[in-house]
């Protein structure tokens, strides 16, 4: 089983602006990423995905392959589609995709492991969880899950109003793991209700009866979704 590792990075986040060219650290956002999935070697293949030129050569300069494309899309995902029925790359319906988002810098080599090793066993779709703290209940910038006794999914939202209290609540982050056979059944399905109202794309899956495995992992990861974030690092 090969495992694919995609970086989808776009320049017009709403919420903080220009998000993967932030630099701190001495590198930029996407660099950080980059850097995080590459120094677990865990992946047979790291690409960055992006529709921006800056973000291109930043990405190249921080040493990753970019796979550059003017087309738009609606979510991340549909960013690693497009890569996957369009690159070169000997895939079969086995091999795993793995999506990280591009403010999560901070994921470790362990909680790579988890996602992946999870992911070989897994049919469908997989991602990451976290303990949540109860200030972070209220903020909308940050997504929470209602998971059940199987660990999947159960609702995702950036509202505690949202959620059902009798279920356990952890903050999710945004990573996701699919066979490519799975990235090419959910490549037909069509925006939701729900997915457009909290601009979260995982809710397309799950209002198509997709399951959705959430992995728990025991740190706190900081994800950089407004500039208040960046504070904390």
Known sequence: ?????????????????????????????????????????????????????????????????????QKKFKNGTE??????????????GQDLVVNIQCDEPFLKKKHFENIISSSKSHSGISTLACPIKPDELFEPNIVKVNIDDDSNAIIFSRYKKNLNINHRIYKHLGIYAYKKKTLEKIS??????????????????????????????N?????????SDLKNI
């Open 1 to 69: 089983m090969k495992v694919i590792g995609l970086i989808p990075a776009r320049i017009g986040s709403t919420r903080l602006k220009n998000k993967p060219l932030i630099r701190f650290s001495n590198k930029t956002l996407v660099q950080h990423t980059f850097c995080s999935v590459q120094e677990c070697n865990l992946f047979d293949k790291i690409f960055v995905l992006t529709d921006n030129k800056r973000i291109y050569e930043s990405a190249v300069e921080g040493g990753a392959n970019v796979y550059f494309s």
């Open 79 to 92: 960013r690693c589609i497009d890569f996957i029925m369009n690159s070169d790359l000997k895939l079969n």
């Open 188 to 217: 037909s399905l069509q925006p939701t209700k729900s997915e457009t109202s909290e601009s979260l794309e995982q809710l397309r899956w799950l209002d198509n009866n997709y399951k959705i495995l959430c992995r728990i992992i």
């Open 219 to 227: 740190d706190d990861i900081i994800s950089i979704n407004v500039e």
